[in-house]
């Protein structure tokens, strides 16, 4: 499976961002989709995941959404009222694990897309 992360840029405070990324292969709707995100300096940290339906790690409740499209092969992060502490690397990350919020869950990493929210 090759993952394909898009989406980041250059947003205000207060703005937001829809992050996509795509899968390839037959096998995306058994797959558990997650999205992580890391600053320099500080590990990677779980912000949301989706299999039947949608978990979502502390940072992310209230603010973001993720949602699937298996027609697509497609995960989607739909990012509001972004707050400059949002600002990081963004990865979205596949596997079939029954738990979802360690990096070791997932079996397959998209490059990361870069997300920056000013102040």
């Known amino acids: 499976v090759q993952l394909q992360a898009s989406g980041g840029g250059l947003v205000q405070a207060g703005g937001s961002l829809r992050l996509s990324c795509s899968a390839s292969?037959?096998?995306?709707?058994?797959?558990?989709m997650g999205w992580f995100r890391q600053v320099p300096g500080k590990e990677r940290e779980f912000v949301a995941a989706?299999?039947?339906?949608?978990f979502y790690g502390d940072a992310a409740k209230g603010r973001f959404t993720i949602a699937r499209d298996n027609a697509k092969n497609t995960v989607y992060l739909q990012m509001n009222k972004l707050k400059p502490e949002d600002t990081a690397v963004y990865y979205c990350?596949?596997?079939?694990?029954?738990?979802?919020?360690?990096?070791?869950?997932?079996?397959?990493w998209g490059r990361g897309t870069l997300v920056t929210v000013s102040s």
């Open positions: 292969g037959s096998t995306f709707s058994t797959l558990v």
């Open positions: 989706i299999r039947d339906s949608p």
């Open positions: 990350a596949a596997g079939w694990s029954n738990t979802v919020v360690r990096e070791s869950d997932y079996n397959f």
